[in-house]
């Protein structure tokens, strides 16, 4: 599967954005989908998941109740909703999908949230 990130953008603190990630080659249904983020100098990490069902998912605490993932099967797309962004949430932001213990990355989206 090829994946396609897109969305990221510059926003004042208490905005909004959406990513999108677009799939391509597969069904990104079959996968279990995320999102993570690495900010400059800090190692990648873990934002939000879905399960391939989409019945499931998980969270950052730190951003848990401000930021929301779906899935579009009809689209075959992932999306990160962000409401009340923070500066600290300033990051690039990658897509992946993994199922059977492979794990495909999108490339990244910058988000640049000022205060």
């Known amino acids: 599967v090829q994946l396609q990130a897109s969305g990221g953008g510059l926003v004042q603190t208490g905005g909004s954005l959406t990513l999108s990630c677009a799939a391509s080659?597969?069904?990104?249904?079959?996968?279990?989908a995320g999102w993570f983020r690495q900010a400059p100098g800090k190692e990648r990490e873990f934002v939000a998941v879905?399960?391939?069902?989409?019945?499931?998912?998980s969270y950052k605490d730190s951003v848990q109740g401000r930021f929301t993932i779906s899935r579009d099967v009809a689209k075959n797309t992932l999306s990160l909703q962000m409401n009340d962004l923070k500066p600290e949430d300033t990051a690039v932001y990658y897509c992946?999908?993994?199922?059977?213990?492979?794990?495909?990355w999108g490339q990244g989206t910058l988000v640049t949230v000022s205060s």
């Open positions: 992946n999908g993994r199922r059977s213990g492979v794990v495909y």
């Open positions: 080659g597969h069904t990104l249904s079959d996968f279990a």
């Open positions: 879905i399960s391939s069902t989409g019945d499931s998912t």
